[in-house]
């Protein structure tokens, strides 16, 4: 069974940092590229970066680009999300997700809630 | 840049009947289109992907068609677990949602 749990969310001030944690397991990790999906509170789904399966290319939204990094851990089955330079906008559920084919996603994680607020 | 417009916003209806929802692309994303459901509460879920190619698991009573830039999701007898939001996708872009509401 595939599972995909994420942690190191939390309440976190303006400007601060958190790095976010994806512990995968039930597939063979290191052949799937895989994203980071967020949804502020109350609004849609918004695509925030995804990486190659052997980590060598990856992809950021605009509007991250310079303050978040994905990266992952083949080892260790693990994808991560650091985020730097924290905004009130970055409040949101952040989803771990497994990308399927063309960033479409088959498999999401419980999702983990980050608030950006002083 | 391609925008996914989503109608209706919301979508009001009773169960068993037929729910048709849209995806309009800004300019023709070929065949690369996806749909999700989302409860509330949960983790979006993959319909479809590539227009019209079912995700696992997904009842046979969803179907999904379209291409270019006109895209349809067709629930044809909504189920209680049905009603939820709906997502189109086309690579890093999402639409913005059709609510699903019981009427």
């Known amino acids: 069974e595939v599972q995909l749990v994420e942690s190191g969310g939390g309440l976190v001030q303006p400007g601060g940092s958190l790095r976010l944690s994806c512990a995968a397991s039930g597939f063979t990790f290191n052949r799937y590229w895989m994203s980071w999906v967020r949804q502020a509170p109350g609004k849609g789904l918004e695509w925030v970066a995804n990486?190659?399966?052997?980590?060598?290319?990856?992809d950021h939204l605009d509007s991250v680009k310079g303050r978040f990094t994905i990266s992952r851990d083949n080892a260790k089955n693990s994808l991560y999300l650091q985020m730097n330079s924290l905004r009130a906008e970055d409040t949101a559920v952040y989803y771990c997700?497994?990308?399927?084919?063309?960033?479409?996603?088959?498999?999401w994680g419980q999702g983990i809630l980050v608030t950006v607020s002083s | 840049e391609i925008v996914l417009t989503q109608s209706p916003a919301t979508l009001s209806l009773s169960p068993g009947e037929r729910a048709t929802l849209s995806c309009r692309a800004s300019q023709s994303v070929r065949n690369y289109l996806a749909w999700y459901q989302q409860r509330p509460g949960q983790a979006p879920r993959l319909l479809f992907y590539d227009t019209s190619n079912r995700a696992t698991g997904i009842p046979a009573r969803f179907s999904a068609s379209g291409s270019g830039t006109d895209f349809t999701l067709t629930i044809s007898s909504l189920e209680p677990e049905d009603f939820a939001v709906y997502y189109c996708q086309q690579r890093k872009r999402f639409g913005g949602g059709t609510k699903v509401e019981i009427k």
């Open positions: 997700a497994r990308v399927k084919t063309f960033d479409v996603v088959d498999y």
């Open positions: 990486i190659e399966d052997d980590g060598r290319d990856k």
